[in-house]
Every structure is written in structure tokens, then in C-alpha cells.
């Protein structure tokens, strides 16, 4: 089944810094989303990007499907966006499931 | 539409009992997944329902799991009997179909089998 691996899985900021979460999979796909988890558990849904460029506030992302990646860009990090950030792909002509990376935590502090 | 919505949020049961857990998708979507979340694993997927036929449930550990969907509002993960091991965030995810569409997950069910 097709992989995806997450970069860098810690991620430690100050307050007010940028920061760039990566996803690689290893092949083709139909879709792709971006979550975040916080810290009480729940899964919010960023992106449904499975190409192309989004941008939602302090958020964006860019999936560059020929070559098989998806950045997240977090502008401006508050605290509140402290977390685990989580790629979930769909492979194409494959089983229709999502397929979870391991997942980035992300730590902001004041 | 209130989202997708699981019950209970948490379960603490003991060894041996049965256990249901409870998804209510959100109104029109036509496909419904279960995953689970654990620190060894991640989230995987144990089966998902489109048009309310299952279609794939290779992720259901054995036997002992088995989930239905009666209806296009509501599906049902049993687990008999519960052993430790099952302890883990259980969580439910509903899209208009399967493939090509944004999923989203509901608040999920904390599971503590001692």
C-alpha cells in the first residue's frame, strides 16, 4: 500500500516563528488532507489540497502531486496552534481509504 | 449540520465485557469510516461502509470486532469480549463518497478496557 512518511516528527517554536511540516508519499494520489489534532484529541480538518495551492489565514499549503509532496506553511505560530499536524492521503486507483503519516508535533511556546 | 457525531467520549470497561460504540455521520454523506488511534500504531482504518455495504474491513483486528450500519444515519463497532489491548481513541469519519472527497471526523471515543 502506498507510504507516507511526515517530516520533521518534533517541532519546537517560540512564539511569532514560521514554520514548514512536509509529506511524502510514495505514489499517485486522489486525495490528500491536511489535520490537526489538539491537545484535547479532536481532528480538525486544515486542508483538502490534492494539488495545487490553499491558503486559510495564518495557514497554507501546497501540494505538488507529480512529484509526490505536500508542504504546510504556519505563519506567525500562536500557542493555540500547538499539536500534532497530520497528513492523510488517498491513493489513486487503489483502496479508497485515507492513509495517515505518523504525524508532526508541533510545541509553540510563549 | 452539527458534524459527525460518536458516543460515548470515553469508556472504561472491564475485561471480557462487550463494547458498542456509537456514529451518526453527517446528514448526506454516503460513505463512513472507523479508525483507530494508538501510540504504536497511528491511526489506521478498520473498515468503511459506502452506501451502508460494508466494503472493506481488512483493518478489524479478528473476530471479536465487528461493526454494522443499519441505516445511512448511524453505524455501530462492537467489540466482544474486550481485552486490554483494545484500549485506544476510537474515532468515526464520514464523506459524501469514498475517494475524491473530504472526510471529517467526529469527536471520537476514548476506550480504557482493565
Known amino acids: 500500500g502506498i507510504q507516507v512518511e511526515q517530516s520533521p516528527p518534533d517541532l519546537i517554536l517560540q512564539e511569532g516563528a514560521n514554520s514548514t511540516l512536509r509529506c511524502n508519499f510514495s505514489d499517485s494520489v486522489n486525495n490528500l488532507q491536511w489535520f490537526h489534532q489538539n491537545p484535547w484529541g479532536q481532528l480538525i480538518n486544515l486542508f483538502y489540497?490534492?494539488?495545487g495551492t490553499k491558503q486559510n489565514g495564518r495557514l497554507s499549503a501546497t501540494t505538488v502531486a507529480t512529484e509526490r509532496y505536500s508542504l504546510l506553511y504556519i505563519s506567525s505560530s500562536q500557542t493555540t496552534d500547538s499539536g500534532v499536524y497530520f497528513c492523510?492521503?488517498?491513493?489513486?486507483?487503489?483502496?479508497?481509504?485515507?492513509?495517515f503519516g505518523q504525524g508532526t508535533r508541533l510545541t509553540i511556546n510563549p | 449540520d452539527a458534524g459527525v457525531i460518536q458516543s460515548p467520549r470515553h469508556e472504561v470497561t472491564e475485561m471480557g465485557q462487550e463494547v458498542t460504540l456509537r456514529c451518526k455521520p453527517i446528514?448526506?454523506?454516503?460513505?463512513l469510516f472507523w479508525y483507530r488511534q494508538t501510540m504504536m500504531r497511528g491511526l489506521e482504518l478498520l473498515i468503511y461502509?459506502?452506501?451502508?455495504?460494508?466494503?472493506?474491513d481488512s483493518g478489524m483486528p479478528e473476530d471479536r470486532f465487528s461493526a454494522k450500519m443499519p441505516n445511512a444515519s448511524f453505524s455501530t463497532l462492537k467489540i466482544q469480549p474486550s481485552e486490554p489491548r483494545d484500549s485506544a481513541v476510537y474515532f468515526c469519519?464520514?464523506?459524501?463518497?469514498?475517494?475524491?472527497?473530504?472526510?471529517?471526523f467526529g469527536q471520537g471515543t476514548r476506550l480504557t478496557v482493565v
Open positions: 469519519a464520514s464523506s459524501l463518497e469514498a475517494g475524491y472527497t473530504e472526510a471529517f
Open positions: 492523510a492521503v488517498e491513493q489513486d486507483q487503489g483502496a479508497q481509504k485515507l492513509v
Open positions: 489540497i490534492p494539488s
Open positions: 461502509f459506502n452506501n451502508n455495504v460494508p466494503i472493506d
Open positions: 446528514s448526506g454523506h454516503n460513505s
